[in-house]
């Protein structure tokens, strides 16, 4: 049985949908999930030149545990790259709706999730260049999350002395 998915006209819900964090899926249906998961495998086997292009050269790049997950499902939304650890997702521009696309962006940044976007005749001039934007761009997450984590432990001066203490209010 083929599953269908439908999305709701632009009109009729301007803000972005709330995201809950809740369990497999993010409190949605089962069989919505599902729908959206099989819809996200097809697309990774039939990927577009695009994509293919920049995934070919992230592929070459050695990202250690900040790998990108190629059209990875995250909510209700199916992104072109994912990176769960730097919380940061590639999107490529293909000309579809840009209502439908800034809505699906508020909703992943609700969650702390941000989102990049290329567009898709630019990586397919250029993938090496594209591929260099990604890697400054997982860079500047990098420094962007470490930034925001909370601060390291007080240590201990040379003299033995102990640190102070922040005022509790």
């Given at each position: ?136 761009a997982m860079k500047t997450r990098y420094d962007e999350l ?24």
């Amino acid at each position: 049985m083929k599953k269908t998915l439908s999305l709701r006209p632009v009109g009729e819900r301007a803000e972005a949908p709330k995201i809950q964090k809740k369990g497999r899926g993010w409190a949605i249906s089962g069989s919505r999930l599902d729908a959206i998961h099989d819809m996200a495998r097809q697309l990774r086997r039939e990927p577009d030149e695009a994509h293919l292009a920049l995934a070919d050269e992230l592929a070459k790049e050695d990202l250690g545990k900040y790998k990108f997950k190629r059209y990875a499902v995250i909510g209700s939304a199916i992104v072109d790259f994912a990176s769960q650890p730097l919380k940061l997702v590639i999107a490529l521009d293909r000309g579809e709706a840009p209502e439908i696309e800034r809505r699906r962006d508020a909703s992943l940044a609700e969650v702390g999730i941000k989102v990049i976007r290329y567009d898709a005749a630019e990586v397919l001039g250029d993938p090496e260049g594209a591929c260099a934007a990604v890697l400054r761009a997982m860079k500047t997450r990098y420094d962007e999350l470490r930034a925001a984590s909370r601060p390291s432990r007080p240590s201990y001066s040379r003299s033995g002395a102990r640190p102070q203490r922040p005022a509790r209010g």
